[in-house]
């Protein structure tokens, strides 16, 4: 059910964001999606918040939505929620989310990982220090401009992504008893998909995440920057 809905700035006017949070209490979907509503409602958007992903399968609803923001991690979605959640985002709702809350969310639905461009993989144990640097081919996409590289201390992601994602910050992996060469990951990313714009973010572990300023900073942007 829905269970919040809220003004913004804008009024009758204001566009419309859906939360969708559940999954893996881990990740602490409630808590950290908490942390942006303040922000949609500064900028005129009408928000509301799900606690189920019958939401997906609700067209007239996802029309009407301008963004989806998800934090799900791992779950089952049906066929008919995550087509209804695609179709919306091909007409132009936009789709945005971090970490597992969107990169480690039903595994077993492949059209989901073609719409947000990455799956989830592994990452090393425990949370370690990092350097988390932006593609400096494109230092003008909105999401990263004015930024440059930052650390980080929690979970790094190894992720496999869709070669038309438009990646825009990285971080590095050594080279180690499994890996005979240092490589470079995608963390942060960008894609069309029909008329509408997805975000990833991979850093958003745990709330303090989000206290680094850049980590708040893109993260903002790429809400803003998806939506319709």
């Not at 989901?112 to 993989?121: C, D, E, S």
């Amino acid at each position: 059910m829905t269970s919040e809905t809220s003004g913004g700035a804008g009024g009758s006017g204001a566009r419309r964001a859906l939360v969708v949070r559940g999954g893996w209490e881990g990740h602490r979907p409630v808590e950290t999606t908490e942390l942006f509503l303040p922000f949609l409602r500064a900028h005129g958007y009408e928000v509301r918040t799900s606690a189920t992903l019958d939401v997906y399968a609700d067209a007239e609803l996802l029309a009407a939505t301008d963004l989806v923001v998800q934090c799900w991690t791992m779950g089952e979605i049906t066929p008919e929620q995550s087509a209804g959640l695609a179709a919306a985002v091909r007409a132009g709702t936009g789709l945005a989310g971090w970490h597992g809350g969107i990169v480690d969310s039903f595994r077993g639905d492949l059209g989901y990982h073609l719409l947000t461009g990455g799956q989830f993989l592994m990452h090393p144990e425990g949370f370690l220090d990092h350097e988390v640097t932006p593609v400096a081919a494109r230092a003008d996409h909105p999401v990263i401009a004015g930024l440059g590289p930052f650390r980080v201390c929690t979970e790094k992601y190894w992720v496999a992504t869709d070669p038309l994602v438009d990646v825009v910050a990285t971080v590095g992996f050594a080279a180690d008893e499994e890996r005979s060469t240092p490589v470079t990951v995608p963390a942060v990313w960008t894609r069309s998909w029909g008329a509408g714009r997805v975000f990833v973010s991979t850093i958003g572990h745990k709330p303090d995440d989000f206290d680094v300023p850049e980590v708040r900073t893109l993260t903002e942007r790429g809400l803003l920057w998806a939506s319709r």
